[in-house]
C-alpha cells in the first residue's frame, strides 16, 4: 500500500503539521516525512466528510444518478461516506437490497456507502420494514428513514422509535405533515401569494418535530430530524435538547443559503421538499448550526433528469444537487462568516454524522492510529458554480454563485480517491 | 414591451395606453364592418392546456378583426396526464412561425417559462395561469369600470376609485391581477372573504379587508363590487361549510345591493354561480357591468395584440 505525508498540512485546531499515512492509516502527525512528499501549505486538512442524507437514486432511476457516478461527486466534494437514501426502485427495505447498494459502493471503492434502510416496507407508511434484518445484514444498516415521505401515522412512529433500540438505530424523519401540505409546491408566505403557488407551510414541519421529540421521549429513542427548514424547527429542537430528548437534527447547505425569493424566477431547479424558506429561517438556521442546536450539515443531494426539471413548476420534481458545494457553503456560513471555526466546521461535516450513524473508522479525529479519511482543502480560492459536475444530473441551484473554497485532495482509507481536485479513477 | 405575462409589467402609462386603445377597438367594433387591417400577415397561436371557451373565442375575434391569422391549439399538459410538455409544444409553434403565443394554462407560471424560456421568439400573451394572473381580464375589467365612471374616459386612471373584489381571493388569478392593476391605476382595493381564502401577503398589500361583505358595505364607501366565482371543490376541502352559509355572508344579493346604494357597479368575470356568490337581483340590476365586461373582452385584447404585435406603445 503507499505511503506519502501531506507536507504543512493545517489542522482543524489551526495548527500546522506533516500527516504521514501508511497502510491506510495516519502513522503520525508531527515533523517527520515518509514516502511520497505531497505539499500542503495553506491548506486544510479534515477528517473525510459524511453525508448523512445522500440520493444514490441505484437502483431503479439510473438515468438520474448511480452509485458510481454519485461516489465520484461525493470524493469531489470531500466525502469519504454517503449514506444512500432509501427511496430507491426497489424501495431499500430488505435485507437484499441494502446489501446491494452497499456492493455497489464496494465496487466504486470511492467512498464508503452507507445504506439507510425504509422504516415502513415500500415507503407506503403502514407496515415496518424488516428493520432488524436490515440491521444484521453486512450493510449493518443504522439509520433508518422513508425520507421523501414523512412517517406521519404516530403509532407507526412511535413503534419505529421503540423498534430499533434493540439494536441502537435511529429513526430519520422526513417531517411533513401530508395533509397540510397536498399538492404544496413552495414556502407558504408571500412569495408564494404573489406567485399563486400553493403553499407549504412551516407549520407542516414544526407540528411532525414537536410530536417526534415527544415520542423520542416517551420510548426513549434516538430520534434523528432530516433538513430542518424553519426558524420555528430550531426552537423546537433547542427545546426538546434542553430537555435531555436524544434528537439529532440536520440542515442543507440550501436551506442555509437560498431562499423563497428565488421562486419568483418560476425555474424548478428552485423547486425543493423541504421548500426554500425566508431569509428569517436562513438566520435562525445558521445561528443553530454555529451554536449547536442543528448538529449536522447533510446535503439532500437529489439529482433529477432534466426532464423533471424543464417543465412548468407544479410538473416538476422536487430535489437538488449538493455533493461538490456542501464544504464551500458550510465554509461560507461557519468560517468566511466569522461565526465559527474548522473545528465546528469538521463536526457538522465528519464528526457528528459518523457519531449519529455509529460508523466506525469515519469521522475520527486526524490522530495516529485512525483510518486515514481526510479531506484536504483550500480555503482561500473562490468560484463560479456552474452545472452539475460529476453527477448524472444538472439540477445545480448554486449556478452562477460564488463560493469559497476548493477541495484539493480526498483521502478515502489511506488512498487517494481526489487529488489535486480530480477524480483519481 | 414585448410579453404580457403579468400586470406587474405594466406601468402606469402602459395600462392606461392600453385602455385608451382599447376604446379605439370598441368603436371598430360598433361599426357595420368590423375590421382593420393592422396584423394582416401575423400569426397568432392560442395555445390552451385548459378548457376556455370563453377566452379563447374572445382572443380569436380579437385577432381576427385585426386581420391576424388565428391557430387554435389545445394541448393536454404534462401534469395532468403524461401529455405533449410545455418545451415540445412550444418548439411546435415555433416551427410554425407564432408571432404572438396567447397560453392558458392550469400551471402558476407557465406563461412565464414560455416568455423566459427562449423556447419561442414570439409575444407570450398571458391568458391565465393556474393560480396566478389574469392580465387580460383586469385589464378589461379596468377598462370597464373606467367607461363606466367617466363620460370621457380617454386618459384617465381610477384614481380614488373604490373597489371591493369579493370571495376566493386565495386561488384566484383574477383578483391578483385586479388587486395590482387597480391600485397601479390609482384605485383603493378592499379584499373581502373567508379568513380561510384571504392570504396574508395579499391583505398586505390591499388597502383593506374585511371577512364580513356587509361591514365591507358599511365601512369602505365602495363605487365597485367585484364578485369572484366560487368553485365548489373550495368547499369539500373545507375552506367553508356549505354553498349557504356562503351565499349568506358573502353573496351579493338584492338586501347587500340596496345597502351598497345606486351609485355603486355590480361586476363578475363570469360565469356566474347564481344563487350563490351573486343573486339574479344585483347579476341584473342596472348597476351591474357584467355584460358590458364581457363585451370589453374582444376590444381589451385587440388593443393588447395590437400594442404587442404592432410596436405601437406610443400610441
Ligand atoms: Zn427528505
Redesign the pocket.
Given at each position: 500500500m503507499s505511503e506519502f505525508t501531506l507536507v504543512n498540512a493545517t489542522l482543524a485546531d489551526g495548527s500546522v503539521a506533516n500527516i504521514g499515512v501508511t497502510d491506510g492509516v495516519i502513522k503520525f502527525i508531527g515533523d517527520q516525512k515518509i514516502g511520497e512528499q505531497i505539499d500542503a501549505k495553506g491548506l486544510v486538512a479534515l477528517p473525510g466528510f459524511v453525508d448523512l442524507?445522500t440520493h444514490l437514486r441505484e437502483p431503479g432511476f439510473e438515468q438520474s444518478e448511480t452509485v458510481l457516478s454519485g461516489s465520484r461527486a461525493a470524493a469531489l466534494g470531500g466525502f469519504t461516506a454517503v449514506h444512500a437514501m432509501a427511496n430507491t426502485m426497489p424501495v431499500a427495505d430488505t435485507a437484499g437490497v441494502v446489501e446491494q447498494i452497499k456492493s455497489l459502493g464496494d465496487e466504486a471503492g470511492l467512498v464508503q456507502v452507507q445504506p439507510i434502510g425504509a422504516v415502513t416496507v415500500g415507503l407506503g407508511g403502514e407496515r415496518l420494514a424488516e428493520l432488524g434484518a436490515m440491521a444484521n445484514s453486512r450493510a449493518k444498516v443504522t439509520i433508518f428513514s422513508d425520507?421523501?415521505k414523512c412517517v406521519s401515522d404516530p403509532l407507526l412512529m412511535r413503534r419505529a422509535l421503540a423498534y430499533v433500540k434493540s439494536f441502537d438505530g435511529v429513526i430519520a424523519q422526513?417531517a411533513q405533515e401530508p395533509r397540510l401540505t397536498e399538492n404544496s409546491q413552495m414556502h407558504e408566505g408571500n412569495v408564494s401569494a404573489e406567485l399563486g403557488l400553493a403553499g407549504w407551510p412551516s407549520v407542516a414541519e414544526e407540528s411532525i418535530i414537536a410530536r417526534d421529540v415527544l415520542l423520542a421521549e416517551a420510548t426513549g429513542s434516538r430520534l434523528h430530524i432530516?433538513?430542518l427548514s424553519t426558524a420555528g424547527s430550531v426552537e423546537i429542537i433547542r427545546w426538546a435538547k434542553q430537555r435531555g430528548i436524544k434528537v439529532t437534527a440536520e440542515v442543507t447547505p440550501h436551506h442555509l443559503l437560498l431562499t423563497d425569493e428565488l421562486a419568483r424566477t418560476y425555474n424548478p431547479v428552485y423547486k425543493v421538499?423541504?421548500p426554500l424558506r425566508t431569509d428569517a429561517d436562513v438566520k435562525a438556521l445558521r445561528e443553530a448550526l454555529v451554536d449547536g442546536t442543528i448538529d449536522i450539515v447533510a446535503t439532500?443531494h437529489a439529482p433529477h433528469p432534466v426532464e423533471s426539471k424543464e417543465c412548468e413548476w407544479s410538473a416538476a420534481a422536487f430535489g437538488m444537487l449538493g455533493l461538490e458545494t456542501a464544504a464551500s457553503v458550510a465554509q461560507l456560513v461557519l468560517i468566511d462568516s466569522g461565526a465559527s471555526n474548522w473545528q465546528r466546521f469538521s463536526e457538522v461535516m465528519s464528526v457528528n454524522p459518523a457519531a449519529i450513524s455509529r460508523l466506525e473508522s469515519q469521522g475520527q479525529k486526524l490522530e495516529v492510529g485512525n483510518v486515514a479519511n481526510i479531506a484536504v482543502i483550500n480555503p482561500r480560492t473562490t468560484r463560479v458554480i456552474s452545472g452539475g459536475g460529476a453527477s448524472k444530473s444538472s439540477n445545480q441551484p448554486f449556478e452562477g454563485i460564488e463560493l469559497p473554497g476548493t477541495v484539493i485532495h480526498t483521502i478515502y482509507r489511506g488512498t487517494f480517491s481526489v487529488r489535486d481536485s480530480k477524480l483519481a479513477k | 414591451m414585448k410579453h404580457l405575462v403579468s400586470v406587474s409589467d405594466l406601468s402606469r402609462e402602459a395600462a392606461i395606453a392600453i385602455l385608451d386603445t382599447s376604446l379605439e377597438m370598441s368603436e371598430v367594433n360598433d361599426r357595420d364592418i368590423k375590421k382593420l387591417p393592422t396584423l394582416r400577415g401575423k400569426t397568432v397561436v392560442n395555445l390552451f392546456f385548459e378548457d376556455s371557451t370563453r377566452t379563447r373565442i374572445s382572443f380569436e375575434v380579437a385577432a381576427k378583426r385585426l386581420s391576424a391569422d388565428v391557430i387554435n391549439f389545445a394541448a393536454k399538459g404534462s401534469s395532468v396526464s403524461k401529455g405533449e410538455s410545455l418545451k415540445d409544444t412550444a418548439q411546435t409553434l415555433e416551427a410554425i412561425g407564432a408571432d404572438a403565443v396567447v397560453i392558458r394554462h392550469h400551471a402558476s407560471g407557465a406563461a412565464h417559462m414560455l416568455a423566459n424560456s427562449g423556447w419561442v421568439k414570439g409575444s407570450v400573451i398571458n391568458a391565465g395561469d393556474g393560480t396566478h394572473e389574469h392580465p387580460t381580464q383586469a385589464l378589461l375589467d379596468a377598462f370597464t369600470l373606467r367607461s363606466a365612471i367617466h363620460a370621457d374616459a380617454r386618459g384617465k386612471g381610477l384614481d380614488g376609485v373604490a373597489v371591493a373584489i369579493v370571495g376566493d381571493i386565495a386561488h384566484s388569478r383574477v383578483a391578483r391581477s385586479n388587486l395590482v392593476l387597480l391600485k397601479k391605476l390609482g384605485a383603493k382595493v378592499y379584499l373581502v372573504g373567508p379568513p380561510t381564502l384571504l392570504p396574508s401577503a395579499l391583505i398586505s398589500q390591499a388597502d383593506g379587508y374585511s371577512y364580513s361583505l356587509d361591514d365591507a358595505i358599511a365601512t369602505f364607501k365602495l363605487d365597485a363590487v367585484m364578485m369572484l366565482r366560487v368553485q365548489l371543490e373550495r368547499m369539500t376541502a373545507g375552506f367553508f361549510p356549505s354553498e349557504r352559509e356562503y351565499a349568506r355572508i358573502w353573496g351579493l344579493n338584492a338586501d347587500r345591493l340596496a345597502l351598497l346604494g345606486s351609485n355603486t357597479f355590480v361586476m363578475h368575470p363570469g360565469p356566474m354561480n347564481r344563487g350563490l356568490e351573486i343573486d339574479a337581483a344585483a347579476a341584473d340590476s342596472k348597476n351591474s357591468l357584467v355584460l358590458k365586461q364581457v363585451a370589453n373582452g374582444v376590444s381589451v385584447r385587440m388593443a393588447v395584440l395590437y400594442h404587442l404585435l404592432s410596436g405601437g406603445e406610443n400610441e
Open positions: 442524507h425520507d421523501g422526513h432530516c433538513h421538499n423541504p439532500d | -
